[in-house]
């Protein structure tokens, strides 16, 4: 045998190994149902987070992400805030003051009257 044919049967070797390894890693996954498997997964992403992309191990990273994020949309679901949280949330991450934003209203047109409805509404007048 020269030196090709052995690097191309090692490598054939290795790739086998690979895909032992990831039959196994899958063999391991399991729906999570509960919390205790839930918090087993998040500890078992965060030992797996550095594993590199195309590898057995960064395989079985992202399909236990995938599982956690439908148990989470499942579990722990994110609502949407109403229209006007989200507008305040916007200026006071910014540090605008919500008379630069009724300004801003104002020079599109939006009447005086809506304006104060709106407030009214958000509590804030």
């Given at each position: 045998?020269?030196?090709?044919?052995i690097?191309r049967l090692?490598?054939s070797h290795?790739?086998?190994l690979?895909?032992?390894?990831?039959?196994r890693?899958?063999?391991?996954?399991?729906?999570?149902k509960?919390?205790?498997?839930?918090?087993?997964?998040?500890a078992e992403v965060?030992?797996l987070?550095d594993?590199?992309?195309?590898?057995?191990?960064?395989d079985?990273?992202?399909?236990?992400t995938t599982?956690?994020?439908?148990?989470?949309e499942?579990?722990?679901?994110?609502?949407?805030?109403?229209?006007?949280?989200a507008?305040?949330y916007?200026?006071?991450?910014r540090?605008q003051?919500?008379?630069?934003?009724?300004?801003?209203?104002?020079?599109?047109?939006?009447?005086e009257?809506?304006?104060?409805?709106?407030?009214n509404?958000?509590?804030?007048v």
């Open positions: 045998m020269d030196k090709e044919q690097l090692l490598e290795r790739e086998h690979d895909k032992l390894r990831l039959n890693i899958i063999m391991d996954l399991k729906p999570i509960t919390e205790a498997d839930y918090r087993q997964a998040l965060e030992r987070f594993a590199e992309l195309n590898t057995p191990e960064g079985k990273l992202e399909i236990l599982l956690i994020e439908a148990y989470e499942k579990h722990y679901p994110i609502e949407l805030p109403l229209p006007y949280e507008i305040l916007h200026l006071e991450s540090h003051p919500v008379s630069s934003f009724i300004e801003g209203l104002k020079r599109r047109g939006v009447s009257d809506l304006i104060h409805e709106a407030l509404e958000m509590g804030t």
